[in-house]
């Protein structure tokens, strides 16, 4: 089955700084990619997403990026604000099949 | 987007008991999930709530510990038995809505054993 490794754990930035967040997968069937993020205390929520046929997306201050090829994909956050911080969590999904979640990453943005 | 009630928000057990979780969606949507998250951590699927049939559940949840029904397109349970402080725990109903892919989640329920 699928397996999603993702890294850094925690992540510190200065406010106005960028943040980037790096996941790998292990299923090359593997063609849908979330992000979420998710508040203390409240429920995971998606921010941007991406298919395996398109290379890079971006969505305002979010952009998400795709290497099929090495089966990994980013998240790139800039302009960062300290409403920015929580824990994101990347996915990978090889369709009609539940969700496989990376570990999260817990982001801090410093004001 | 599918909006999910799901209840109780949270509750606090006696060991040995069973608490169910309801999750009510208000559309049809083709695939139902329950998700556990322990404090810190990510979130680790129990189980797909298959309708009329037999959830189907991953490696190291068992049908005995954590029976699931769900009747109709959108609603499902989950009951978590014979309770043991190991258990406590977010437990979160997942959908995906006719024609998607996108996965929404409930609010989650906080549920303390003691």
């Known amino acids: 089955g699928e397996n999603v490794e993702q890294h850094p754990s925690t992540l510190s930035v200065q406010e106005g700084d960028s943040a980037v967040i790096k996941c790998t997968y292990s299923?090359?069937?593997?063609?849908?990619f979330p992000w979420y993020k998710q508040e203390l205390g409240k429920r995971p929520q998606l921010i941007i997403d991406?298919?395996?046929?398109?290379g890079e997306k971006k969505d305002q201050r979010i952009a998400v990026t795709l290497n099929k090829t090495a089966k990994h994909f980013s998240l790139h956050i800039t302009e960062t604000q300290p409403e920015d911080s929580a824990v994101y969590f990347c996915?990978?999904?090889?369709?009609?099949?539940?969700?496989?979640f990376g570990k999260g990453t817990r982001l801090s943005v410093i004001a | 987007s599918a909006v999910i009630s799901q209840k109780p928000s949270r509750d606090i057990c006696q060991r040995g008991t069973s608490l169910t979780i309801q999750c009510q969606v208000d559309?049809?949507?083709?695939?139902m999930f329950w998700y556990r998250q322990q404090p810190g951590q990510s979130l680790t699927l129990i189980a797909t709530?298959?309708?009329?049939?037999?959830?189907?559940?991953e490696s190291g949840f068992v049908i005995d510990k954590f029976p699931i029904s769900r009747p109709n397109l959108t609603f499902s349970t989950l009951t978590v038995s014979n309770m043991s402080p190991e258990d406590s725990s977010i437990y979160l109903c997942?959908?995906?809505?006719?024609?998607?892919?996108?996965?929404?989640f409930g609010q989650g329920t906080r549920l303390t054993v003691v």
């Open positions: 299923d090359s069937a593997s063609n849908y």
């Open positions: 997942s959908v995906i809505g006719l024609g998607g892919t996108e996965a929404f």
């Open positions: 709530a298959n309708q009329g049939s037999e959830a189907t559940y």
């Open positions: 996915a990978g999904d090889s369709g009609n099949t539940p969700l496989v």
């Open positions: 991406i298919r395996s046929n398109v």
């Open positions: 559309s049809q949507v083709t695939m």
